[in-house]
């Protein structure tokens, strides 16, 4: 394995939608050619030809869940071993070895390759087309709550000037249809405004409907995985299906402490002198992140053990943010742990399969009053990941 390893090159990959800028880089860091290729068909093609001079390749593409996935998805359906490099990796790299943050294709692709050939435990990119089919109707799903969203807010700006007061805030397409038939604007402008209200609220009315398809679907596609994410109270079928996108293999993350970093509950130490504090990170996986967020605001919004949890941490002296921190900490601990029993479970049943014995994952369960860690941002990980299902110290 280490003579493999010692004889690999690594192509590293600086991805856009029409091109993309390798380098091939040895394990000693020299660099043994580089290029630019469309991604067309023909540009794919004299890509491969040049990569297929090492038979022993891995190819570190940038961005593998954003820009870099259409050309790693290509790469993997040719037999091709890809891993993921982080755009944050990189442009730490590229300041490290250039000095300052000029950025190039020829530059970036350079830094790509060296992370590739330094860094240890990148993730490997698989071709899992269940995860690929939730990637897409997830992505249409959140599209659809941004338009709704956006068409809400722009019958509310029209309400406002064709009612006195406006609307009430939670306005749904029958009440605004409602509302609208009690308005008969005599001037040129209030006709105007009225018939674009009719006209967004059509709009309100078909993507309700799509978002009502996009969450039965997802449900349906959340079930032949075997994910029990939806069991949490506060995550819905967008949201674990976020986390299962996001995520990938959660055995990658050796402990619930690494794995809230990624998530970006993890505090971060802010300590000075005898000052000691921590405040809230602002790195990590936003997306999921949102998704924590959401968890814990619907869990504040119910009698849950969330309230409870979040009240007694008031009643303690935190303010309402460091509480809402605290209480979403907590939140991906949980996650964490359901996640990781759904894996073992996979392992012996396959996706879908029936439970057995639960009397270990019923630390997972959705309140936040199981035991779990207010560790800061995590040390280096240990070499051998942590399957069980112990609970954090």
């Not at 190819?59 to 040719?78: P, Q, T, Y």
């Not at 009430?168 to 009440?175: G, N, R, Y």
């Not at 990938?248 to 970006?264: E, V, Y």
Request: glycine residues 10%; positive net charge; hydrophobic residues 40%.
């Amino acid at each position: 394995m280490e003579e493999q390893r010692a004889s690999r090159v690594v192509i590293g990959m600086d991805p856009h939608k029409r091109s993309v800028t390798i380098e091939v880089m040895r394990p000693d860091e020299s660099v043994a050619v580089g290029g630019r290729f469309a991604t067309d068909q023909g540009g794919y093609a004299a890509m491969l030809e040049v990569a297929r001079a090492w038979p022993e390749r891995v190819w570190a593409v940038e961005g593998c869940n954003g820009i870099g996935r259409h050309v790693a998805v290509r790469l993997i359906a040719d037999g091709e071993q890809v891993i993921d490099v982080p755009p944050r990796l990189s442009a730490r790299v590229r300041m490290f070895a250039t000095g300052q943050g000029r950025k190039t294709d020829a530059t970036d692709a350079h830094s790509i390759a060296l992370v590739g050939v330094r860094m240890a435990g990148l993730r490997p990119v698989v071709d899992d087309e269940q995860l690929a089919v939730l990637r897409v109707l997830v992505d249409r799903r959140r599209a659809l709550g941004e338009d709704h969203t956006r068409m809400v807010s722009q019958l509310h700006h029209l309400m406002l000037e064709l009612i006195p007061g406006g609307a009430k805030k939670d306005l749904s397409a029958a009440q605004a249809k409602k509302l609208l038939a009690t308005v008969r604007p005599r001037d040129l402008a209030g006709r105007a405004r009225r018939r674009v209200a009719a006209e967004l609220i059509s709009d309100l009315e078909r993507v309700y409907a799509r978002k009502k398809a996009a969450n039965k679907e997802l449900s349906q596609l959340l079930t032949a995985t075997g994910t029990s994410l939806t069991g949490l109270h506060g995550i819905g079928p967008s949201g674990a299906a976020r986390l299962l996108v996001e995520v990938g293999d959660i055995t990658r993350f050796p402990d619930n402490n690494h794995f809230a970093s990624w998530t970006g509950t993890a505090p971060i130490d802010a300590s000075s002198g005898d000052h000691v504090r921590h405040r809230l990170s602002r790195g990590g996986n936003r997306q999921i992140n949102r998704v924590l967020h959401i968890m814990a605001t619907v869990q504040l919004r119910n009698p849950t053990e969330g309230r409870a949890f979040f009240d007694r941490t008031k009643a303690r002296g935190k303010t309402s943010n460091e509480a809402m921190r605290l209480l979403k900490r907590r939140l991906s601990d949980i996650v964490f742990r359901t996640m990781l029993a759904d894996a073992a479970r996979q392992m012996t049943t396959g996706p879908g399969g029936q439970q057995g014995d639960d009397s270990d994952s019923s630390a997972a369960g959705s309140q936040p009053h199981t035991s779990s860690s207010d560790k800061p941002l995590p040390g280096p990980a240990t070499t051998h990941p942590r399957t069980g299902l112990a609970a954090a110290s």
